[in-house]
């Protein structure tokens, strides 16, 4: 990694892209009316792990999944703007976050760059109560729909969904 | 929308997924140091517009694309903990976000919920501006590394993406 040579690629692949692009009748509201709140994790093609095809749902990832208040920004915009009803939360195996000690990771920062900050970075101890709570107060906002809201978890090395109970 | 149809669907779709999936040996550090912060929009496909692969890099999404403090945890995350070094932010046209009423949103809500809320939706007056803006507050934050960072335009009706200077 870092030699500068990924943003040229990047650029004539989306060269490539373009020629065969057939998607300019969509419009902003989702076909499918759905929401997807996952990782950012490089490990997770959410359009094709759950068949999406562009156009048919928000996506929205951070480090870990997390329902923050970003995410329920994004979602009250997802439902209030663009007519979404239905939320589909994933977690996976294997995050980097699942166990990470935050102080030590704070302080590796810290010594390095000279700046001391207090961010929280996410972690979590318990992948599926991690799922849960993020389930749980996005349930709970007012401003979001809640009849349609499911946990899954991704697994890394099959590529398949669990749906939490 | 909204039949409930689309998780099961999903979940069949995921069943068809498993049986091809042959990324097994990946690790959460992406394969080619390299994250992206995109707005949620179903019309962009981030790792078909960019030419990625599954395990190549971190994919960071919210309403607008912008690099909110969410996106900054997720960006130290990823830098920190798992090695990347190089990140692309796009905004793209006709986004729900250009332009929206804020007050109308929230009166909206309020109205229909029974719930005021002080959340702020992201709106933007100025898509190239908004991106910059990103860019800017990115390179600026001493715990990211500001030596690689892009700014995009992604082009809804022609799929194409333009490098702001």
């Given at each position: 990694?870092?030699?500068g040579?990924?943003f040229?690629?990047?650029?004539?692949?989306n060269?490539r892209?373009?020629e065969?692009?057939?998607?300019?009748?969509?419009?902003?509201?989702p076909?499918r009316?759905?929401?997807?709140?996952?990782?950012?994790?490089a490990?997770?093609d959410?359009?094709?792990?759950?068949g999406l095809?562009?156009g048919d749902?928000?996506i929205?990832?951070n480090?870990?999944?997390?329902?923050?208040?970003d995410v329920i920004?994004?979602?009250v915009?997802?439902?209030?703007l663009?007519?979404?009803?239905?939320?589909?939360?994933?977690?996976h195996?294997?995050?980097?976050?699942?166990?990470?000690d935050?102080?030590t990771?704070?302080?590796?920062?810290?010594?390095t760059t000279?700046?001391?900050?207090?961010i929280?970075?996410?972690?979590?101890?318990?992948l599926?109560a991690?799922i849960?709570a993020?389930?749980e107060?996005?349930?709970?906002?007012?401003?979001?729909?809640a009849r349609?809201?499911?946990g899954l978890?991704?697994?890394?090395e099959?590529?398949r969904?669990?749906?939490?109970?």
């Open positions: 990694m870092g030699d040579s990924e040229a690629r990047i650029l004539a692949e060269e892209y373009t065969a692009f057939d998607r300019s009748a969509l419009t902003a509201a076909l009316g759905i929401a997807i709140v996952a990782c950012m994790d490990r997770l959410v359009e094709e792990t759950l095809r562009t749902a928000h929205i990832r480090a870990g999944g997390i329902a923050t208040d920004r994004s979602l915009v997802s439902q209030a663009l007519g979404t009803d239905e939320i589909v939360v994933i977690g195996t294997q995050c980097g976050l699942l166990g990470a935050e102080e990771i704070r302080h590796r920062l810290t010594a000279g700046v001391d900050l207090d929280g970075f996410g972690s979590f101890a318990d599926e991690s849960r993020s389930v107060r996005l349930r709970a906002h007012p401003w979001i729909d349609r809201i499911h978890v991704f697994d890394v099959t590529g969904l669990r749906e939490l109970a």
